[in-house]
Nanobody, 125 residues
Framework: QVQLVESGGGLVQAGGSLRLSCAASGRTFSSYVIGWFRQAAGTEREFVAAISGGGGVALYADSAKGRFTISRDNAKNTVYLQMNSLKPEDTAVYYC??????????????????WGQGTQVTVSS
């Protein structure tokens, strides 16, 4: 089992950038797909991006393509989400979570595990 802790959120103006980090505990981190999700107030949690255990495959939601980049450093047990060209509609709490199966864009959020407390991202217009 892996437990995750998110960090790196903050307040940024539209067009700006942030890099989120997802730090994991556990010795089998590289065995897990890690997904980033977000949840804006009053909405359901939604998929943002995911990366395979070895880092060779990355998948993105349409809203993230071309602006966000997911990466991982297994030596540091950490996954990153670089977010560029941020928009006010990116405002949400961002979470990372783990899954031991094949990477997918369609796996629902509730099938992931190891959720952290989330990190708030606020983009002002």
């Amino acid at each position: 089992q892996v437990q995750l802790v998110e960090s790196g959120g903050g307040l940024v103006q539209a067009g700006g950038s942030l890099r989120l980090s997802c730090a994991a505990s556990g010795r089998t981190f590289s065995s897990y797909v890690i997904g980033w999700f977000r949840q804006a107030a009053g909405t359901e949690r939604e998929f943002v991006a995911a990366i395979s255990g070895g880092g060779g495959v990355a998948l993105y939601a349409d809203s993230a393509k071309g602006r966000f980049t997911i990466s991982r450093d297994n030596a540091k047990n950490t996954v990153y989400l670089q977010m560029n060209s941020l928009k006010p509609e990116d405002t949400a709490v961002y979470y990372c979570a783990a899954d031991a199966r094949l990477i997918s864009t369609t796996r629902p959020w509730y099938e992931y595990s190891g959720w952290g407390q989330g990190t708030q991202v606020t983009v002002s217009s």
